[in-house]
Structure formats: structure tokens, C-alpha cells
């Protein structure tokens, strides 16, 4: 059973602040790392995705994979009220047949 | 970038009628959509996986029957709901996935179904 785990949360962070949101998978063969957010009432969006060790930056995100580890986190910095929602992190299986999703961390960034 | 698109996107009907949700893919050719649904405040949970020109391939607890899925193009998925109930009603998304985007999924953006 290829599983990916997040913590469900609510993560809180003040705005500004970074916010650090984290995610481990089971399937050491997967290839393909995406991070997707979802606010409530609408359908996911991609943000990023990561194949790499080490770290890829886009603006004010920042995924880092560790597949020694099995770990794949994304950093939010300068973190705003508009970035509450729920993130999914999602892990394409090896054979690049299907995406696994974990359950979502819900971010709340306070004014 | 990969963009799908997902009608209606909201839609009521009666308890007994069907209701058949499109999906596009707009500027790439998906040979695969996978449809999911939502409950409110749940976890995204796969559906079925839609293969152009052949059978879906639906994941274990979903009926098949109520949920009738056609592929007939590469831009192109529908599911049908048939004689839809109350407990029906929910939030349904299609993706495709583009290798534009590293194979990951491509949302549309969801359908609210309610059944009254």
C-alpha cells in the first residue's frame, strides 16, 4: 500500500512568518514530488513539483525532497492571509501510473 | 500551462434523474482523466481512472453502474450519475495529467452536485 502522510494541522502562523509544511511517502521508488493547494470550496491547484534532491524555489515557495529520508516539505515564506488553505502533497508511483495524495495540512495565516 | 475544463459547474437535480459532468482538456491530449470526489472538508478520493477508447477502471466501493464514465476522445471525459440519491450529492473534480508539468495532475474546476 503506497501511502503518503501529512499532519493534518491547522498549521497557524502569523503573516510574515514562514510557514513549513511537511509530508512523507512509502513508496522509495517514486520519482515525482508535487505540492498542490486547495481552498475551501474549490478544486486543487498546483503549485509546485520536484524531482531533485535538495531544494527548487519559486517566488515565495520553496520544496525540498530528501529521498533518502522519504520527506518532501515546501516553505512558504513571507507567509500571507491569502496563502490559507489546504495543501496536499502528492507522489507520482513508480511506473508513472497514478498519483497518491495525502490527506492535506490546512494552513491558517493570521493577520 | 495544462488547462481542464470541468461543466457545469454547479448543478441541482431531482432524486431519480442523471446528471452527466464534462471534462475537457484544453490545450493538451489526455489519454488518461482520473475522476475524483469530495465531501465537504474530506480528503480527495479517486473515483475511477478514464482511459481514451477503453474501459474505466474504477477503484474498489464505486459502482460502476451509477457511475457511468465515457472517454471517447483525448480531449474529452464525461461521468454520468445515474438515477442520482441525496447521499450523491457531493464535489466532483476531474484531472488530466500533462507531461508539461511533470506528470502530475492538471484539476478542473469541480462540480457541485446536489441532489434534492
Known amino acids: 500500500q503506497k501511502e503518503v502522510e501529512q499532519n493534518s494541522g491547522p498549521l497557524s502562523v502569523p503573516e510574515g512568518a514562514i510557514a513549513s509544511l511537511n509530508c512523507t511517502y512509502s513508496?522509495?521508488?517514486?520519482?515525482?514530488f508535487f505540492w498542490y493547494r486547495q481552498y475551501s470550496g474549490k478544486s486543487p491547484e498546483l503549485i509546485m513539483f520536484i524531482y531533485s534532491n535538495g531544494d527548487k524555489e519559486d517566488g515565495r515557495f520553496t520544496a525540498q525532497l530528501n529521498k533518502a529520508s522519504q520527506y518532501v516539505s515546501l516553505l512558504i515564506r513571507d507567509s500571507q492571509p491569502s496563502d490559507s488553505a489546504t495543501y496536499l502533497c502528492?507522489?507520482?508511483?513508480?511506473?508513472?501510473?497514478?498519483?497518491?495524495f495525502g490527506k492535506g495540512t490546512m494552513l491558517l495565516v493570521s493577520p | 500551462g495544462a488547462v481542464v475544463s470541468q461543466h457545469p459547474s454547479r448543478v441541482i437535480c431531482k432524486s431519480g434523474t442523471s446528471v452527466k459532468i464534462e471534462c475537457r482538456s484544453l490545450d493538451f491530449q489526455a489519454t488518461t482523466m482520473f475522476w475524483y470526489r469530495q465531501f465537504p472538508k474530506k480528503s480527495l478520493m479517486l473515483m475511477a481512472t478514464s482511459n481514451e477508447g477503453s474501459k474505466a477502471t474504477y477503484e474498489q466501493g464505486v459502482e460502476k453502474d451509477k457511475f457511468l464514465i465515457n472517454h471517447a476522445s483525448l480531449t474529452l471525459s464525461t461521468l454520468t450519475v445515474t438515477s442520482a440519491h441525496p447521499e450523491d450529492s457531493s464535489f466532483y473534480i476531474c484531472?488530466?495529467?500533462?507531461?508539461?508539468?511533470?506528470?502530475?495532475?492538471?484539476f478542473g474546476s469541480g462540480t457541485r452536485l446536489t441532489v434534492v
Open positions: 484531472s488530466a495529467r500533462d507531461s508539461g508539468t511533470g506528470y502530475g495532475y492538471t
Open positions: 513508496d522509495r521508488g517514486s520519482q515525482s
Open positions: 502528492a507522489v507520482l508511483n513508480s511506473g508513472y501510473s497514478t498519483l497518491t
